[in-house]
């Protein structure tokens, strides 16, 4: 069955700290892996996207690199700001468009 | 811009009353979809459609219906509501062109709820 699986569920930073998301999944075929910011009550909107051949993708203070062996995730962000606080939600791309989403860490960052 | 755009944002209806939600692209993407979001679970996918007159069912299509007439127009239809279609849900579309990172775009999302 094809899964994501991200952890944690939630997690509470202060501003300007570092923070890991974290994502498996078991997706077959597979694609390429997005990660995507989802502020409440609003569309997701694209961060990175890495294929199988792409370990790592930086998209400003965001990182996510890619472990196709063990079928691994990260999202990396450095320095976090008030403006980060969202839900980060790890999708793999499969067959023909079809995308498989995680239920996503919920991340809130205080001053 | 590049933009998806559904209407209505938020909606409220009655159970067994018709709806039908809109959703339109301007970026000339062949593939578009529905998804629907429920809390502690994903995003899943309720229909898809990879051209003009080409849809198909995605994961929990049951109660919905969708069509392709046009290109950028990709309306989600509820015959017959129920509460258990209450819920936020998104229009995205992205370019079907095989690609292995071809970028999906989200609308802003319909909370609907049925009472």
């Known amino acids: 069955k094809n899964q994501v699986e991200q952890s944690p569920q939630s997690l509470i930073i202060l501003e300007g700290k570092n923070c890991t998301l974290q994502c498996n999944y078991t997706v077959s075929p597979f694609s390429n892996l997005r990660w995507y910011k989802q502020d409440t009550g609003r569309g997701p909107v694209s961060l990175t996207i890495m294929t199988f051949s792409e370990n790592t993708k930086s998209n400003g203070r965001y990182t996510a690199t890619l472990d196709a062996d063990t079928k691994q995730s990260s999202l990396h962000i450095t320095a976090s700001q008030l403006s980060d606080s969202a839900s980060y939600i790890c999708?793999?791309?499969?067959?023909?468009?079809?995308?498989?989403f995680g239920t996503g860490t919920l991340l809130a960052v205080q001053p | 811009e590049a933009q998806v755009t559904q209407n209505p944002r938020y909606l409220i209806t009655v159970t067994g009353k018709k709806l039908t939600v809109t959703c339109s692209q301007n970026?000339?993407?062949?593939?578009m979809s529905w998804y629907r979001q429920d809390p502690g679970l994903g995003l899943r996918q309720i229909y898809y459609?990879?051209?003009?007159?080409?849809?198909d069912k995605g994961d929990v299509p049951e109660g919905y219906k969708v069509s392709r007439k046009e290109k950028r127009n990709f309306p989600l239809i509820l015959e017959s509501p129920s509460p258990n279609q209450t819920s936020l849900y998104f229009c995205?579309?992205?370019?079907?062109?095989?690609?292995?990172?071809?970028?999906?775009?989200f609308g802003q999302g319909t909370r609907l709820t049925v009472v």
């Open positions: 995205a579309s992205s370019p079907f062109t095989g690609a292995l990172n071809t970028e999906a775009f």
């Open positions: 999708v793999v791309g499969g067959a023909t468009n079809k995308l498989i």
């Open positions: 970026m000339n993407h062949e593939y």
């Open positions: 459609s990879m051209n003009v007159e080409v849809t």
